[in-house]
């Protein structure tokens, strides 16, 4: 597996530098915000426990190292897609304006309380 990351035409900012992820049995060299530098190494360790499952699962059936890979990509893209629908908060917004504009219209329909 040997494809890598090709930054076209940016050099790294003061906060970026270049570190070296491993990917099943791959080094990479990415460039990073040193703040993120944690998430991008958690991701490379996910990755690859992933694969580590699925070769496990799969064991003595003759996959190669890009089946896992692959499989391990589709798996978190879904999960990614899921988090994605679970954070959509648009039909909550709406359902909330919706509400605000009935509750407008009952209120000026009303007549005014008064209190003594």
């Known amino acids: 597996m040997h494809h890598f990351i090709k930054r076209i035409n940016k050099m790294p900012d003061n906060d970026e530098f270049k570190i070296q992820l491993k990917v099943a049995d791959e080094a990479y060299p990415i460039f990073c915000k040193r703040?993120?530098?944690g998430i991008f190494r958690k991701a490379a360790n996910v990755i690859n426990e992933k694969i580590l499952q699925y070769s496990s699962h799969f064991s003595g059936k003759h996959f190669e190292m890009k089946d896992l890979v692959?499989?391990?990509?589709?798996?978190?893209?879904?999960e990614n897609q899921l988090l994605k629908q679970k954070e959509d908060t648009s039909p909550l917004l709406e359902r909330i304006e919706l509400l605000d504009k009935e509750?407008?219209?009952?209120?000026?329909?009303?007549?005014?309380?008064?209190?003594?």
């Open 35 to 37: 703040s993120k530098e």
């Open 70 to 78: 692959t499989m391990t990509a589709i798996h978190i893209s879904v």
């Open 103 to 116: 509750l407008e219209k009952y209120l000026q329909s009303t007549q005014p309380v008064q209190l003594t």
